[in-house]
């Protein structure tokens, strides 16, 4: 008798640990499924399709011009969601060209965020700096900023004598930097003695 129950006992304890085992299978799937909708409708299953065609034909454009990957696939993107538009409106009456461009910009906005931050970076230095030269703070920066563009005016001219025609451009925006610094030390002048 001991036997049949310890057999029995094995089975439902298998039975259990199968019960078990399915229980955390679905619990793992469910986990897997909330993962994936919450992923979905943060990022369209649009965009993976646009951007799994795009690298497919980036491989193409890059063996064509492989130093300029940013603007190939700038063109390959653009280039795919007109197909997909004139393919949408082939099988379809009415097109959602508002999808088909939001999904572009969920490639093209991050792709290009960094060059148009670092030139508009850029530009911020430039003008702070040009206010600076204006408008000097003290003595010692306008004096700072004097012999700063007057040493980069120099270092220009001496680095480019042999070839000065074809390098006007860069003397005169040096020059023009230090006559605005000369200007930013007459105001400072003009500022202390009123």
Not at 26 to 34: A, I, L, R, T
Not at 128 to 144: D, F, Q, S, T, Y
């Amino acid at each position: 008798m001991s036997g049949v129950f310890e057999f029995f006992e094995k089975i439902q304890k298998q039975i259990l640990d199968l019960q078990n085992s399915i229980h955390q299978f679905q619990q793992s799937w469910e986990n897997f499924q909330k993962f994936w909708d919450l992923f979905f409708t943060i990022v369209p299953w649009e965009v993976l399709l646009l951007l799994l065609f795009s690298v497919i034909f980036l491989s193409l454009f890059n063996s064509v011009s492989p130093t300029t990957p940013k603007t190939n696939l700038s063109i390959v993107v653009i280039l795919l969601m007109a197909l997909w538009a004139y393919f949408w409106g082939l099988f379809s009456e009415n097109v959602n060209y508002v999808k088909i461009l939001l999904s572009g910009l969920y490639i093209l906005l991050p792709l290009h965020a960094f060059g148009i931050g670092s030139y508009a970076l850029s530009y911020y230095q430039k003008w702070r700096l040009a206010k600076r030269r204006i408008e000097p703070r003290n003595w010692e920066v306008a004096l700072g900023q004097l012999s700063s563009d007057y040493h980069q005016m120099m270092a220009i001219c001496h680095a480019k004598n042999d070839v000065i025609l074809q390098n006007q451009n860069q003397i005169t925006e040096k020059i023009e930097a230090l006559e605005k610094s000369l200007q930013g030390l007459k105001s400072f002048f003009i500022q202390k003695l009123e």
